[in-house]
């Protein structure tokens, strides 16, 4: 049988939940999309960016379009920064991905790290106008802020000194390793000070302006007045930006498609940092609108987009799709189930009933695995399915059925390749 003509890398967002329960949100749900997928399919598992760590997606995006996190990665905030259409000035600033969170401005608590996940991107951007630009040591070094979307923003540091971006996160929750951020299950939600990981003067003066800045961010958001609007509806103010993922230079990533060895490949992408990814890999980005919190709302344009990408002849379309990770870290079994029902009833099943089977090969996966006992990332391995009708055996697509019985992948890197291989488009 002749191979497929493009692959569809399917992500579902923090889908995959702990391997040491024998039911999971992914086995329970009624999914007729997945297991249509099953019949004729192979499956294993991952580890997105390697075994002991809980990834953050930008790594594990990375990882699963073929790229080792350890060889290209340079930090998130670049990232987020070009997926934000903003450029960087390698050597003299340094990019981040930040939060607004909620923080006792006395105490210096983190009350929130996402300020209650209720800011609106128009609050966030009125925010973010009041800090943009902000003088730091008497103009000596400068703060250029650019909301994304909802709580989520980009700070670059800049200055006319060089800086450094070997400096560890502002951010509790995350610890960094080496150039990766790990998801912390438990931390101290003290606002800390920037700490230099090196002697350098750079990376000294680089902390010292980070810490002006975010003590600066206090003072103008706190009395702002889109939070005496927000404390007045009771709502979390947004009083903090919290930092992490720095860096001060973009990923020298080679193209995909002489990476992978395809002729074209596409991402269909909502978030700036899966934006900046794709544009640093060299994909064509179909853009659609940023999450609503209505996965009925969201799905149809995100299948349209894939559609295109598939009519247009991309030898590789990625999709990732949010849903399961929010109840995930809120804690929902049940929520789980629902998302996860939600995009096989709203996207997998009319995907398979709109194109012809035989020309695309579909992988299913997660990025990581947010555990609803857990409520947040784990090292969990994470199941992967590789489906065509060229395939002679099924699968049982859940965390204990594929690490019992698939292949069991150290890194999500090395998926792409072996599904290539096994679908017979590897060059």
């Not at 000194?161 to 995350?174: E, F, G, K, T």
């Not at 990981?197 to 002006?212: G, K, M, Q, Y």
């Not at 247009?312 to 996860?340: C, Q, T, W």
Request: hydrophobic share 40%.
């Amino acid at each position: 049988m002749a191979a497929p003509l493009s692959i569809l890398l399917l992500v579902i967002d923090g889908a995959a939940d702990s391997i040491e329960d024998s039911e999971t949100p992914l086995s329970a749900a009624h999914a007729p999309g997945l297991r249509e997928l099953e019949r004729h399919a192979v499956c294993g598992t991952h580890y997105p960016v390697g075994p002991g760590i809980a990834p953050e997606s930008d790594t594990a995006t990375m990882s699963l379009l073929g790229y080792d996190p350890e060889r290209y990665y340079t930090g998130r905030g670049p990232l987020e920064a070009l997926g934000a259409g903003l450029s960087i000035r390698e050597g003299f600033e340094v990019a981040f991905r930040a939060n607004f969170a909620t923080v006792d401005p006395r105490s210096r608590k983190v009350i929130d790290r996402r300020a209650g996940r209720s800011l609106t991107s128009e609050e966030a951007r009125k925010l973010a106008a009041d800090l943009d630009g902000l003088k730091l040591r008497g103009g000596e070094g400068y703060a250029r802020v650019a909301p994304t979307v909802g709580h989520r923003a980009v700070v670059i540091i800049g200055s006319s000194r060089r800086l450094s971006d070997n400096v560890d996160n502002i951010d509790p929750a995350y610890r960094r390793r080496g150039r990766v951020s790990e998801a912390v299950s438990s931390f101290d939600p003290k606002l800390p000070r920037c700490k230099p990981l090196d002697s350098s003067p750079e990376a000294a003066f680089t902390c010292n302006l980070v810490d002006e800045f975010v003590e600066k961010s206090i003072e103008v958001l706190d009395r702002h007045p889109v939070n005496v609007d927000r404390e007045r509806r009771g709502l979390l103010k947004a009083n903090v930006l919290l930092l992490r993922d720095p860096g001060a230079s973009l990923p020298r990533m080679p193209p995909i498609s002489e990476h992978l060895g395809l002729d074209s490949a596409a991402a269909v992408a909502e978030m700036p940092v899966e934006i900046g990814i794709a544009r640093a890999a060299g994909m064509k980005v179909y853009r659609v609108s940023f999450p609503s919190g209505s996965l009925e709302r969201d799905l149809p344009e995100r299948l349209r987009a894939a559609l295109m990408a598939l009519e247009d002849g991309s030898s590789l379309v990625y999709v990732h799709l949010k849903g399961p990770d929010e109840p995930g870290h809120d804690g929902s079994f049940e929520g789980k189930v629902r998302a996860i029902e939600a995009i096989d009833k709203m996207f997998v099943r009319p995907l398979l009933d709109k194109v012809n089977l035989e020309d695309v090969g579909v992988i299913v996966t997660s990025d990581h695995a947010t555990p609803w006992r857990l409520k947040a990332h784990s090292s969990d391995p994470v199941p992967w399915m590789v489906s065509h009708p060229s395939i002679r055996s099924s699968v049982a697509f859940s965390e204990r059925s594929c690490w019992e019985q698939g292949r069991r992948l150290d890194y999500a890197w090395q998926l792409l390749p072996l599904a290539l291989a096994t679908l017979g488009l590897r060059r």
